[in-house]
């Protein structure tokens, strides 16, 4: 009696089908090729056995299910996948314990990971990333809607068009480049990540905060208020709101990239290193360095307790609202005590 090794998994889905990849372990790699069929290939000699393959009209869907009995990969996680799928095809993937890498698709796309990075190169459409302990990297060119949220890891996204932005972060910084031009909305959350954008066009930035700055490289129109502070570039443009605990902002100059690909995808610069030098949000109409929208210089002691404070939240011992309370009683003391002093 023979037994059938299976090494590949093809199966027509059409120009715009969906195809689903939910993996235990293992790398995943897809790549948008032209033609209306999947083809699903295990990297480096390995087997499919023990994946659970369903074909359906227009669909493929492959799951992993390493603890079935029979299977090779009990005890020993599963393969690296290589995938060859049409552009516009609808994308889920899900990979428990891996990275994943995607390059050249155009249609819906959802990708979720733990404990690996995820990479987009050259993809548009409506994206939505879901990472847990990984780095989120992506370059969009034509335009697309971007939906992101990261426990743990970085977000970094160079665009031509952004139509609609969402991205929440816990401790990951985001690098943001692009132009921001569609119905929106357009927002940012975070717990103590900074954000680094190179934004082409006019807009205004909104930050609410509770130890957060916003700088700005941009000559523009700032405000500042308690709990936030704001810029506008340009005389008119959609609003990028942004929430954030403790997480910096800062403006920085977009430098445009030609490429080939449809539209021209622009980049920001690096977030390490010292701050550009430029005009903060405190122009024109804001409090002055004395004003009472400043807050006072705390020392060191207090710059601890509240990254202590921080650091409680991101371990999940306190939520938002107990942090928040803890953090606005520390402004409340510290500052009363800055103006008895």
Same mark, same amino acid.
């Given at each position: 009696?023979?037994?059938?090794?299976?090494?590949?998994?093809?199966?027509?889905?059409?120009?715009?089908?969906?195809?689903?990849?939910?993996?235990?372990s293992g790398d995943v790699r897809l790549t948008?090729?032209?033609?209306?069929?999947?083809?699903?290939?295990?990297?480096?000699?390995?087997?499919?056995?023990?994946?659970?393959?369903?074909?359906?009209?227009?669909?493929?869907?492959?799951?992993?299910?390493?603890?079935?009995?029979?299977?090779?990969?009990?005890?020993?996680?599963?393969?690296?996948?290589?995938?060859?799928?049409?552009?516009?095809a609808t994308l889920l993937v899900d990979s428990s314990s891996g990275g994943i890498t995607a390059d050249g698709f155009a249609g819906e796309q959802r990708y979720r990971s733990t404990s690996g990075d995820l990479r987009l190169r050259d993809v548009s459409g409506r994206l939505a990333v879901e990472e847990v302990s990984g780095d989120v990297d992506a370059t969009v060119i034509g335009s697309a809607s971007l939906a992101a949220r990261t426990?743990?890891?970085?977000?970094?996204?160079?665009?031509?068009?952004?139509?609609?932005?969402?991205?929440?972060?816990?401790?990951?910084d985001v690098r943001l480049a692009g132009e921001l031009d569609g119905p929106g909305p357009f927002h940012i959350e975070s717990v103590s990540g900074d954000a680094v954008l190179a934004l082409a066009g006019d807009l205004r930035v909104d930050l609410r905060t509770v130890a957060g700055d916003l700088r700005?490289?941009?000559?523009?129109?700032?405000?500042?208020?308690?709990?936030?502070?704001?810029?506008?570039? *340009?005389?008119? !443009? +959609?609003?990028?709101?942004? &929430? @954030?605990?403790?997480?910096?902002?800062?403006?920085?100059?977009?430098?445009?990239v030609v490429r080939d690909a449809p539209q021209t995808v622009v980049i920001v610069p690096d977030a390490e290193g010292p701050d550009a030098e430029g005009p903060d949000a405190e122009?024109? *109409?804001?409090? !002055? +360095?004395?004003?009472?929208? &400043? @807050?006072?210089?705390?020392?060191?002691?207090?710059?601890?307790?509240r990254l202590e404070i921080l650091r409680a939240l991101e371990r999940g011992e306190l939520d938002v609202a107990e942090a928040t309370r803890r953090l606005e009683a520390l402004d409340v003391t510290d500052t009363k005590e800055a103006t008895d002093a």
């Open positions: 009696m023979s037994t059938t090794i299976i090494h590949t998994i093809e199966h027509e889905i059409g120009l715009d089908g969906v195809l689903e990849i939910r993996v235990g948008g090729v032209d033609g209306t069929a999947v083809r699903v290939r295990a990297a480096h000699g390995d087997t499919l056995e023990g994946f659970v393959v369903d074909r359906g009209t227009g669909s493929l869907s492959i799951r992993s299910e390493p603890d079935h009995v029979g299977s090779p990969w009990i005890g020993r996680g599963g393969p690296d996948l290589a995938v060859e799928a049409p552009r516009n426990v743990s890891g970085d977000v970094a996204v160079r665009a031509a068009t952004i139509r609609d932005l969402g991205v929440t972060t816990t401790s990951g700005s490289e941009i000559e523009g129109r700032a405000e500042s208020r308690p709990g936030g502070r704001s810029i506008s570039i *340009g005389r008119a !443009g +959609p609003t990028l709101s942004i &929430r @954030t605990m403790s997480g910096d902002v800062r403006l920085v100059r977009p430098t445009p122009g024109p *109409g804001a409090e !002055g +360095p004395d004003g009472p929208d &400043r @807050t006072p210089d705390l020392g060191e002691a207090a710059e601890v307790a």
